[in-house]
């Protein structure tokens, strides 16, 4: 049985973008299945929603589960991925500004920020993000450091 559920953003992401998710935190040692959309985003900024599914929470609230969260995600969804055939039909994909870690009932158990993520719309943010954000640069599969994360939740 799945420990999470990576929820579909039609908008934001493509069936491959929902699978390197579910490998990249299978490589963190959890298991994980795509589920429909079932969150009201936020505005214009978009979120990515995982649900955790058991009740020892533990697992999903340390620092260090978070910054290996946000290091999978930049590393995943950073990488460059063409549009059109052979690639995603989402036009503009961005990094989320947050991941936000629902429970089984949809209440919040983490928000974790992504420094740096510009604001869905915002296309001078956009346009002034890091190289390495737009994934052009090898540090993209770095992330960030512990000191640049903001946390809440």
């Not at 549009?83 to 036009?91: D, I, L, R």
């Not at 089984?104 to 928000?111: K, Q």
């Not at 920020?113 to 737009?134: D, I, S, T, V, Y």
Request: aromatic share 6%.
């Amino acid at each position: 049985m799945a420990q999470l559920l990576v929820e579909e953003n039609f908008q934001h992401l493509d069936g491959d973008d929902v699978e390197s998710l579910i490998e990249a935190l299978t490589g963190l040692g959890f298991s994980a299945e795509p589920t429909q959309p079932r969150t009201a985003g936020r505005g214009r900024e978009w979120t990515l929603y995982l649900h955790w599914l058991r009740d020892d929470l533990g697992p999903v609230t340390g620092d260090d589960v978070a910054l290996a969260l946000v290091r999978a995600v930049t590393a995943t969804l950073g990488q460059v991925h063409e549009v059109g055939s052979g690639g995603t039909c989402v036009q503009g994909r961005t990094l989320p500004v947050r991941i936000d870690i629902r429970g089984r009932a949809g209440e919040l158990i983490r928000s974790i920020e992504l420094p740096g993520a510009p604001a869905n719309g915002a296309k001078a943010a956009k346009a002034a993000a890091p190289r390495w954000w737009r994934g052009t640069q090898p540090a993209a599969a770095d992330g960030p450091t512990p000191g640049s994360l903001g946390f809440s939740g």
